[in-house]
Antibody
Framework: QVQLVQSGAEVKKPGASVKVSCKAS????????INWVRQATGQGLEWMGW????????GYAQKFQGRVTMTRNTSISTAYMELSSLRSEDTAVYYC?????????????????WGRGTLVTVSS | SYELTQPLSVSVALGQTARITCGGN??????VHWYQQKPGQAPVLVIY???NRPSGIPERFSGSNSGNTATLTISRAQAGDEADYYC?????????FGGGTKLTVL
């Protein structure tokens, strides 16, 4: 079964870091980029960045530069997103999503497979 | 930065046609993708590259894109179509989402 399975909910204190995992199954993990998208309660979708599981190359939204790190472990087909210096505004559901090429331009993706999301709560 | 504008809400009578717009500067030159999100669930791709339906998405869902507006059309609306809908494009190495539209089926 083609799916992305994410790690469970986390509660963190302000200033801490959180690392969310996303395990791929049912397809070749290294063939598609993994993107991370977050959604605060009652709000819209916000793209955070991408990671190429084959090369390990990454690209981050400007808003998260310096605070986010996306990595992978190809031996277990798992992608990770670590966000540091957490603040209350980072409380959200974090999704991983598989990117499919929409054109010949690298990065022009649509997201055809999503994880179920991981709730990260930042509270003192 | 590139911005996508969606109406906050759209209402449609059961069995009628709903149209959800996504506005952006010269959006017709970009590939537009649409997602459906029901409460407590992850988004689901319903249209990619302006007008293509993934397998498993009913033919009632269609899309178009021209000029400064992309449109998601849902024909013969059903109660199960009630959800939030988001458009998405790629611009300047960044994925951009619209603010989302809540579709209510009356």
């Amino acid at each position: 079964q083609v799916q992305l399975v994410q790690s469970g909910a986390e509660v963190k204190k302000p200033g801490a870091s959180v690392k969310v995992s996303c395990k791929a199954s049912g397809y070749t993990f290294t063939s598609y980029d993994i993107n991370w998208v977050r959604q605060a309660t009652g709000q819209g979708l916000e793209w955070m960045g991408w990671m190429n599981p084959n090369s390990g190359n990454t690209g981050y939204a400007q808003k998260f530069q310096g605070r986010v790190t996306m990595t992978r472990n190809t031996s277990i087909s798992t992608a990770y997103m670590e966000l540091s210096s957490l603040r209350s505004e980072d409380t959200a559901v974090y999704y991983c999503a598989r990117g499919r090429g929409s054109s010949s331009w690298y990065g022009d993706w649509y997201f055809d497979l999503w994880g179920r999301g991981t709730l990260v709560t930042v509270s003192s | 930065s590139y911005e996508l504008t969606q109406p906050l809400s759209v209402s449609v009578a059961l069995g009628q046609t709903a149209r959800i717009t996504c506005g952006g500067n010269n959006i017709g030159s970009k590939n537009v993708h649409w997602y459906q999100q029901k409460p407590g669930q992850a988004p689901v791709l319903v249209i990619y590259r302006d007008s293509n339906r993934p397998s498993g998405i009913p033919e009632r869902f269609s899309g178009s894109n021209s000029g400064n507006t992309a449109t998601l059309t849902i024909s013969r609306a059903q109660a199960g179509d009630e959800a939030d809908y988001y458009c998405q494009v790629w611009d300047s190495s960044t994925e951009v989402f619209g603010g989302g539209t809540k579709l209510t089926v009356l």
